[in-house]
């Protein structure tokens, strides 16, 4: 089956310092991947996508994730976390030739001053 | 660009009575609009997939007589939730997309959600 995993529910950081949301994937053929934010009662925004190209991938915000074929993972970093970074964070996954998106779990950023 | 809304963003009705939300892309024809259920601290669940004059496609396991889906146009879907029962209470995300003249769809575009509660 088709799935995404993100394996911490969340994921607590000081400002100012570099953090990691963790996403690994179980698709067949070469899929899109996608990290979207989302802020309390409100929809998702998307932040950014890999398709093709260069495995390190930047977005809004700050963000940039890396596309890890061999390890299928598509980590959301960004160099220096503030405190507005906290939020509800998903990746999702578009198996090719489909327009259905997997999600994963979620993972809760806390960026604490 | 790429905007999609939602209406109403919150909602609470009796038990036995419907509700219908909108989906609308503000800047975009749609050629595919999605509805997602939300659980408290929960991932999105696809409900169903949508495309403009046809009937939406059902995820296994949800009730297509209980959740109406009606894509009337390239830029507005509606979601009914028919004899709304405590359970049905939800959040209710929309998201609309495109495909490209090779047939590649874009990334998918959210609404801000709605928030249903029934009593």
């Known amino acids: 089956a088709q799935s995404v995993a993100q394996p911490e529910d969340q994921v607590n950081v000081a400002e100012g310092n570099p953090l990691t949301v963790k996403c690994t994937y179980s698709?067949?053929?070469?899929?899109?991947l996608f990290w979207y934010v989302q802020y309390p009662n409100r929809g998702l925004q998307f932040l950014l996508k890999?398709?093709?190209?260069?495995?390190l991938v930047k977005g809004s915000y700050g963000f940039e994730a890396e596309f890890n074929k061999s390890q299928t993972s598509f980590h959301l970093k960004k160099p220096s976390a503030l405190v507005s970074d906290s939020a509800l964070y998903f990746c999702?996954?578009?198996?090719?030739?489909?327009?259905?998106?997997?999600f994963g779990t979620g993972t809760r950023l806390q960026v604490f001053p | 660009g790429a905007v999609v809304s939602q209406h109403p963003s919150w909602v609470i009705c009796k038990s036995g009575t419907s509700v219908k939300i909108e989906c609308r892309s503000l800047?975009?024809?749609?050629?595919?609009m999605f509805w997602y259920r939300q659980f408290p601290k929960q991932s999105l669940m696809l409900m169903a997939t949508?495309?403009?004059?046809?009937?939406?496609?059902?995820e296994q396991g949800v009730e297509k007589d209980k959740f109406l889906i009606n894509h009337a146009s390239l830029t507005l879907s509606t979601l009914t939730v028919t004899s709304a029962h405590p359970e049905d209470s939800s959040f209710y995300i929309c998201?609309?997309?495109?495909?490209?003249?090779?047939?590649?769809?874009?990334?998918?575009?959210f609404g801000p959600g709605t928030r249903l509660t029934v009593l």
């Open positions: 999702a996954v578009r198996p090719f030739n489909t327009d259905k998106l997997i």
């Open positions: 890999y398709i093709t190209g260069d495995n």
């Open positions: 949508s495309n403009e004059g046809s009937k939406a496609t059902y």
């Open positions: 998201s609309a997309t495109t495909a490209d003249l090779a047939g590649y769809y874009n990334e998918q575009f």
């Open positions: 698709v067949s053929g070469n899929p899109y």
């Open positions: 800047d975009f024809q749609a050629t595919t």
